[in-house]
């Protein structure tokens, strides 16, 4: 179903899958699958299965029962080009995001190359953006470059959680940057010189730049709760988001 979300560059989640499996180490602490097994035991619809991998069919046509212009974070609670979501399925969710073209859809993925092959072969609505993951530059930045071969509307990266210090990172044609840290009791720390290398790669690039959280370690280096670390960076919050642009 369509929800109302706290992730602060969204405003809908909206999971006509949910369930996933690792790949990567930005996955060993996953929320979604904390919050799916919570879920599921509770009894809520959709998540009998936990966080296997499911296809929900019915949620398909959530999106264009809502009239009112709406930013959707696409699974929130999977990954979008999961090898086991069949590309049958994907052309459904796709054609959703083309006929509710009045919503702004977000899709992030970390299986970049399979987005990247299938969107060679069927073009990307202008109401939607493609993302991926970086965590680290061993994963990471394949990922970007497969996502600099899709020719969408914005490109943006979630570089949450933020393992190690990424260097210099080619954003040649990305128009957005999420950096945010891990949260949870076993929460990674991310170094503050880590997100500012970012924050200055994105300004002298005109890159829109949103810093989501510190996580559960602060920027003094010390773990806390994250609503006590916030989400100031050098005294100030950062939450630029990027305009569509035709292409």
Sequence with gaps: MSTKTSIEWTEQTWNPTVGCSKISPGCAHCYAEVMAKRLQAMGVKGYENGFCLTLLPTRLAEPMKRKQPTVYFVNSMSDLFHEEIPDSYLLQILEVMRLASQHTFQILTKRAERMADFFSKNQVP?????????????????RLRALSRIPAAVRFVSIEPLLEDLGEIDLTGI???IVGGESGPKARPMRSEWVLNIQ????EHGIAFFFKQWGG?????KKRGKKLNG????????????FMEKR
Excluded: F, I, K
């Design 231 to 242: 989400r100031l960076l050098n005294g100030r919050t950062w939450d630029a988001v990027p």
């Design 175 to 177: 128009h957005w940057v």
């Design 217 to 221: 370690w602060s920027a003094d280096g």
């Design 126 to 142: 202008n109401n939607v953006w493609l993302g991926v993951t970086m965590e680290d530059r061993a994963y990471g930045l394949p």
């Design 200 to 203: 200055r790669q994105c300004d």
